[in-house]
C-alpha cells in the first residue's frame, strides 16, 4: 500500500521569496512516481512536477523544483520567486510505475494551503 | 477546448435521489479514472477504466456507485439513493496510458455534488 504524508499546517510566503512545501511518502514497490498538483480556488488539478524514483536528478519546472531524497522517502516542492497567482493547495501523488490497470491510480496526501502575501 | 470536461460543475439533490455525472476525457485517452474530493481532503480513487476493458471498481464506497463507459469515451458516474455524506467534488482524469512512467493525468473541473 502506498500512502503520502503532508503534515504542515497553512503556509504563508512573502511575495518573490522561496517556500518548500514538504511530502514524504510511503511504498513498498521498487518503482514509482511522485507528483505534485496544484488546485486554486477554483476547483481544477494543474499538473507541476514529475520525479521517478530511479531519476539520477532532482525534476525542475520553471520555478518549481522537486528535493527528492529517496532514502529519506521524501519530496519536497520548492517554489521559487513566490507570486500572489501561487496561493493554492497543493497535493503531493505519487502511483506505481511496473503495474498497470488500477494500480497506476494516483495516492494523493490531504494537501498544503499556500498563502502568497504581497 | 482539449481539456477533460465535466459535467454539471455544480449539482444539489436531495436526500434519496439518484444522480448521474458526466466525464468526457481528451481525446485518444485509453485510460480514465474517478475520485472523489471531501470538504478539506485530498482525493480519493473511486474507479479505473482502460479503454473497452471491464472496471476496476476497487475503490467505490458502496454498491450505490457505478459507473459506465460508452465505446472507450466518455463516462458517467450514478450514485443511487444518495446520502449526505456523498456531498463532495467529483473528478474525472485522463491519462493516455496506464503504466510507464509519466503518463500525467489530466483533470477536469470537477462536479461539486451537494446533497441536503
Known amino acids: 500500500a502506498q500512502k503520502i504524508t503532508q503534515t504542515q499546517p497553512g503556509m504563508f510566503v512573502q511575495e518573490k521569496e522561496a517556500v518548500t512545501l514538504d511530502c514524504t511518502y510511503d511504498t513498498s514497490d521498487p518503482s514509482y512516481g511522485l507528483f505534485w498538483y496544484k488546485q486554486p480556488s477554483s476547483g481544477e488539478m494543474i499538473f507541476l512536477i514529475y520525479?521517478?524514483?530511479?531519476?539520477?536528478q532532482n525534476a525542475t519546472e520553471g520555478r518549481y523544483s522537486l528535493n527528492f531524497q529517496k532514502a529519506r522517502k521524501s519530496a519536497n516542492l520548492v517554489i521559487s520567486a513566490s507570486q500572489l497567482g501561487d496561493s493554492a493547495m497543493y497535493f503531493c501523488a505519487m502511483r506505481e510505475l511496473i503495474r498497470t490497470g488500477a494500480n497506476s491510480k494516483l495516492t494523493f496526501g490531504k494537501g498544503i494551503t499556500l498563502s502568497v502575501r504581497p | 477546448g482539449a481539456g477533460v470536461s465535466q459535467s454539471p460543475s455544480n449539482k444539489v439533490t436531495e436526500k434519496g435521489k439518484d444522480v448521474e455525472l458526466r466525464c468526457d476525457p481528451i481525446?485518444?485517452?485509453?485510460?480514465l479514472y474517478w475520485y472523489r474530493q471531501s470538504l478539506g481532503q485530498g482525493l480519493e480513487f473511486l474507479i479505473y477504466?482502460?479503454?473497452?476493458?471491464?472496471?476496476?471498481k476497487s475503490g467505490l464506497p458502496s454498491d450505490r456507485f457505478s459507473a459506465e463507459r460508452t465505446g472507450g469515451s466518455v463516462s458517467t458516474l450514478t450514485i443511487q439513493r444518495t446520502q449526505q455524506e456523498d456531498s463532495a467534488v467529483y473528478l474525472c482524469a485522463s491519462s493516455f496510458g496506464s503504466g510507464g512512467s509519466l503518463n500525467e493525468q489530466f483533470f477536469g473541473p470537477g462536479t461539486r455534488l451537494t446533497v441536503l
Open positions: 477504466f482502460q479503454g473497452n476493458s471491464a472496471p476496476d
Open positions: 481525446s485518444g485517452h485509453t485510460a
Open positions: 520525479q521517478g524514483s530511479y531519476d539520477q
